[in-house]
């Protein structure tokens, strides 16, 4: 369930989740590149956001991010300061040809970075990340809780 309305940009992100980096921006989702003071459509980064589900499991914390048209080469998963995952990667723009006419342009280009504070019972040596059709999977294996050890007592009498 969302936290934050539809209206104020959708985002399935609950702000008052201690292990999310995402910081809300009731700004976001209003301006449009032509609602900006002269600034050329291809210098506002609109891919800045990769769409990002964060699902536990019993074994493991697993990431899928949205990244369609990137390739494994242009998206970096990296963990820093020993918890803390950061996704991050690029799409560039294409180049444009003096002689091309366009008609529209939909598809966004730019830098992009998600950062998640990672629970103490990630496994961080082991994170695995793979990509395929345009979603990039990241599985961090969790510890696995120790069982408290029961000893049974004999009664006498």
Same mark, same amino acid.
Do not use: C, Y
């Given at each position: 369930?969302?936290?934050?309305?539809?209206?104020?940009?959708?985002?399935?992100?609950?702000?008052?989740?201690?292990?999310?980096?995402?910081?809300?921006?009731?700004?976001?989702?209003?301006?449009?590149?032509?609602?900006?003071?002269?600034?050329?459509?291809?210098?506002?980064?609109?891919?800045?956001?990769?769409?990002?589900?964060?699902?536990?499991?019993?074994?493991?914390?697993?990431?899928?991010?949205?990244?369609?048209?990137? +390739?494994? %080469? *242009? !998206? /970096?998963?990296?963990? &820093?300061? $020993?918890?803390?995952?950061?996704?991050?990667?690029?799409?560039?723009?294409?180049?444009?040809?003096?002689?091309?006419?366009?008609?529209?342009?939909?598809?966004?280009?730019?830098?992009?970075?998600?950062?998640?504070?990672?629970?103490?019972?990630? +496994?961080? %040596? *082991? !994170? /695995?990340?793979?990509? &395929?059709? $345009?979603?990039?999977?990241?599985?961090?294996?969790?510890?696995?809780?120790?069982?408290?050890?029961?000893?049974?007592?004999?009664?006498?009498?």
């Amino acid at each position: 369930m969302s936290l934050i309305p539809s209206f104020l940009g959708g985002r399935r992100t609950n702000v008052f989740d201690p292990f999310s980096l995402d910081v809300w921006d009731p700004i976001e989702g209003f301006l449009t590149p032509s609602g900006l003071a002269n600034a050329p459509a291809k210098d506002v980064a609109a891919f800045t956001n990769a769409k990002v589900d964060w699902r536990e499991t019993p074994e493991a914390h697993v990431f899928k991010a949205d990244v369609p048209g990137l +390739k494994k %080469e *242009e !998206v /970096k998963v990296e963990v &820093e300061d $020993g918890n803390i995952l950061q996704i991050s990667g690029e799409r560039s723009s294409e180049n444009e040809e003096k002689s091309d006419k366009w008609h529209r342009v939909e598809r966004s280009s730019g830098k992009f970075v998600r950062r998640f504070r990672l629970p103490e019972n990630a +496994k961080v %040596e *082991e !994170v /695995k990340a793979s990509m &395929e059709n $345009g979603v990039l999977s990241v599985t961090v294996p969790k510890v696995p809780e120790s069982k408290p050890e029961v000893k049974s007592i004999d009664i006498s009498g």
